[in-house]
């Protein structure tokens, strides 16, 4: 497998850098796990979430990005994160092929916990 940048969409590559950009807070061109790692916290001011929810989703988020390239010490650089993600998306099918747990769904279920208010499994418009 070959990765070339020149091969994705250009709406794609926006879309990509966008979201970067997003977790960059101080953009710096580097996403470091600290910066990652405000957004559990950000959580708890939108909808009241739990410090156990919080630290839930901060564990997600530390292994989700983790397994995405972010290094917990050096964070990871914009002019890698379009191959990065591409590495992930390959890696989440081989995880998938072999039956071990997705990343992504780690990820959201811990999101997905804090929405269910009623702890049912779902999310309804009142929550």
């Not at 156990?52 to 972010?70: H, I, P, S, W």
């Not at 990065?84 to 992504?104: D, K, T």
Request: aromatic share 12%; proline share 3%.
């Amino acid at each position: 497998w070959q990765f070339h940048v020149e091969d994705l969409h250009p709406k794609q590559l926006n879309r990509l850098y966008k979201r970067f950009d997003t977790f960059d807070l101080d953009s710096d061109g580097r996403m470091d796990m600290d910066e990652i790692l405000y957004w559990p916290d950000r959580m708890r001011q939108l909808v009241n979430a739990t410090d156990e929810q919080v630290d839930n989703m901060r564990a997600a988020c530390y292994t989700f990005f983790l397994n995405k390239g972010v290094d917990p010490e050096k964070g990871l650089l914009r002019d890698d994160w379009v191959e990065a993600n591409r590495v992930f998306a390959e890696a989440e099918r081989e995880r998938e092929r072999r039956g071990l747990p997705s990343m992504i769904a780690l990820l959201s279920d811990s999101y997905y916990d804090v929405l269910d208010d009623d702890g049912d499994g779902t999310v309804d418009v009142d929550e």
